[in-house]
């Protein structure tokens, strides 16, 4: 084994970017960290002037598939999604076969994640029923090895407010309970905000069948309502909550207000958000079939304006890997709902970052952009901190858990060069400025 320098590029934090040389020990340590490194006998040197160091990132939002579903994914085949992408740390979510409901259940994921390289996987608890709060509470407040060791792979818990793939709405009372519990208990909670009986009354009265439907069917009003509760519940129980894939105009108007009363809140936006409007259905159909649906452009154009203003915290990709088959279905509202995102998450933002919109389809938002050091909040500093990941910057004598990326680099979407199982993108043939050259894990 050699020592490896990096030399020339610009390590981003918080704070902006900085001229580094990086100097990796041969057990995979930063041994040194300063401009101007003179390079070490035998050591490999790489030269990235002109590039980007980050820390791994964190997507805090994916879905894996395994155990149950795994000829839509596994935690392998997702894996090498992630680090191409530039994600070293995920948070999974419960909707599997079984649902992680359970200790058991919780217990079966972490040993299954022990065998994956490379990538650090933590599993959000889920909730539907009484009986799974007791589960929580368990794991939550026992004091053996085993329930201390599962408690550092769990970020929080995970509450659907309405049904999404895996049928997880925790029902009336539960959600009450939910949050009382999670106050108590210092959980971090997140909620995907729908209304089951707004989406119901769509229900009703939509008569159409084509995709463009789902946007109907799902409308924004469901998430506001929703988000209305879970605000409510937050001021009362004084929660940590976390807004998943904030969709909505008027959400991100809620959310802004609670932050500025004081509210315990934080919310994340995905990639589709950003860059997809219902305009797209019917060129992209069920492929952009999501819960939260993809609503009209003024939503978009809001949830970059929170972006930029710094109500929102975090984003994440929501990656949700379905078959083509499945995508495929003639009927399109049977279609499953989500779409794969991790892989490109990071080359989408740098983009933003580069100045360019990269729908080649769309109009930009009036206002849209990032900073490099923007990315490095949204997708490492601010869910680190929420989730309590523990991940570290990047630092003397720490493991060199560290990205190198071209800015710069210019390249075409194709479905075949991405590495997750499901094998498809709703970006096919986006042109992306911004690309993962190196990942040292
Ligand atoms: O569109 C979605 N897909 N929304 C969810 O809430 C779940 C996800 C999935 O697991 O497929
Ligand atoms: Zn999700």
């Known amino acids: ?240 909550l976390h807004i998943a894939h904030l969709s909505t105009r008027e959400g991100a108007e809620l959310v802004r207000s609670a932050k500025n009363d004081g509210l315990k809140v934080t919310c994340e936006v995905t990639p589709h958000h950003l860059f997809f409007t219902s305009d797209d259905y019917s060129d992209l159909g069920t492929f952009i079939k999501v819960n939260p649906a993809i609503a009209g452009v003024e939503h978009r154009d809001a949830l970059w304006q929170a972006v930029l203003d710094g109500t929102v915290d975090c984003i994440a990709s929501d990656h949700a890997p379905h078959t083509l088959q499945e995508k495929r279905n003639t009927e399109p509202l049977k279609a499953p709902s989500g779409i794969p995102g991790m892989e490109l998450m990071l080359p989408l933002l740098l983009t933003a970052a580069a100045g360019r919109w990269p729908h080649p389809r769309s109009k930009p938002p009036p206002a849209f952009g990032l900073k490099y050091q923007d990315i490095f909040r949204l997708c490492f500093e601010n869910p680190n901190r929420i989730f309590g990941l523990g991940c570290e910057a990047i630092q003397k004598t720490k493991p060199a858990r560290l990205i190198i990326v071209d800015p710069k680099k210019e390249f075409t979407v194709t479905p075949v060069a991405l590495h997750g199982k499901s094998g498809w993108t709703p970006y096919e043939a986006w042109q992306l400025t911004g690309k993962v050259e190196s990942v040292f894990q």
């Not at 320098?5 to 970017?17: H, M, Y």
């Not at 490194?37 to 820390?55: F, S």
């Not at 070293?88 to 217990?107: D, H, K």
């Open 1 to 240: 084994m050699k020592k490896t320098l990096i030399r020339g590029g610009k390590i981003v934090s918080s704070s902006g970017t900085i001229e580094t040389d990086v100097l990796i020990s041969v057990n995979k340590e930063i041994e040194e960290l300063k401009p101007k490194i003179n390079p070490p006998k035998n050591a490999e040197v790489i030269e990235a002037a002109g590039r980007l160091i980050y820390p791994l990132l964190i997507d805090c939002h994916v879905h894996f598939r395994e155990p149950g579903m795994e000829y839509k994914a596994t935690m392998e085949s997702e894996s090498a999604a992630a680090l191409n992408g530039g994600i070293g740390t995920v948070c999974e979510m419960p909707n599997t076969i079984p649902p992680t409901v359970t200790v058991v259940a919780l217990a079966d994921k972490v040993r299954r994640a022990a065998k994956i390289d490379g990538l650090n996987i933590k599993f959000f608890f889920g909730v539907t029923e009484p009986a799974h709060l007791q589960e929580l509470r368990n794991l939550w407040t026992g004091d053996s090895l085993e329930h201390r060791r599962l408690r550092r792979h769990c970020p929080g818990v995970k509450l659907f407010m309405d049904h999404s793939t895996g049928d997880l709405r925790a029902e009336g009372d539960v959600i009450a309970s939910v949050f009382e519990t999670c106050a108590e208990l210092k959980i971090p909670l997140v909620a995907h905000c729908e209304d089951p009986e707004t989406n119901a009354e769509a229900k009703k009265s939509v008569t159409a069948t084509d995709i463009g439907a789902h946007a109907l069917l799902r409308p924004p009003e469901s998430e506001v309502r929703a988000l209305e509760k879970a605000l409510a519940f937050t001021a009362k129980y004084s929660v940590s």
